[in-house]
């Protein structure tokens, strides 16, 4: 009985673990693609997943993904809720310091470049929830590349 016991709980542990592993893949691919349709973007596919559309290539300089940016952006969901967002002013960081989302997308766009960035949870934040995005989501971005320092 106690060993009965002990296996119900195990059980009960390795599957409440297994949701905590969820592959997004499909869902996020769906949603994204979806997305896409609905708001008849001209988006690109990466290697990584990652979906892009460039508004405006920009002229500048071109950041590669260790460089130091200057980036205006609004971040949301696929169903348009804000979840952050700059002033128009922007923000500074390394392309090392930001979801793997950012430090390929924002290597697609020159200074003064502008388009949008459609990242995949596993670009993003995974399956954790952090702050106000739940885990598995889909982040969309618009952006600026002000500038690359």
Same mark, same amino acid.
């Given at each position: 009985?106690?060993?009965?016991?002990?296996?119900?709980?195990?059980?009960?542990? +390795?599957?409440?673990? #297994?949701?905590?592993? *969820?592959?997004?893949?499909? $869902?996020?691919?769906? *949603?994204?693609?979806?997305?896409?349709?609905?708001?008849?973007?001209?988006?690109?596919?990466?290697?990584?997943?990652?979906?892009?559309?460039?508004?405006?290539?920009?002229?500048?300089?071109?950041?590669?993904?260790?460089?130091?940016?200057?980036?205006?952006?609004?971040?949301?969901?696929?169903?348009?809720?804000?979840?952050?967002?700059?002033?128009?002013?922007?923000?500074?960081?390394?392309?090392?310091?930001?979801?793997?989302?950012?430090? *390929?997308?924002?290597?697609?766009? #020159?200074?003064?470049?502008?388009?949008?960035?459609?990242?995949?949870?596993?670009?993003?934040?995974?399956?954790?929830?952090?702050? $106000?995005?739940?885990?598995?989501?889909?982040? +969309?971005? *618009?952006?600026?590349?002000?500038?690359?320092?």
């Amino acid at each position: 009985m106690k060993y009965a016991l002990i296996a119900v709980v195990f059980s009960l542990f +390795i599957s409440c673990s #297994k949701d905590k592993e *969820e592959d997004f893949t499909a $869902r996020n691919e769906k *949603e994204i693609t979806d997305y896409i349709a609905k708001n008849n973007l001209n988006a690109q596919k990466s290697a990584s997943g990652l979906y892009y559309v460039v508004n405006e290539k920009g002229s500048g300089a071109q950041p590669t993904t260790t460089s130091d940016v200057r980036v205006a952006y609004k971040g949301y969901f696929t169903n348009g809720n804000v979840f952050d967002q700059s002033g128009a002013d922007g923000i500074t960081f390394n392309l090392q310091q930001v979801i793997q989302g950012w430090t *390929e997308g924002i290597t697609c766009f #020159k200074e003064g470049g502008n388009g949008i960035l459609l990242v995949p949870s596993n670009l993003g934040y995974g399956n954790s929830d952090r702050n $106000r995005i739940p885990g598995g989501s889909v982040l +969309i971005f *618009e952006i600026k590349l002000i500038s690359v320092k």
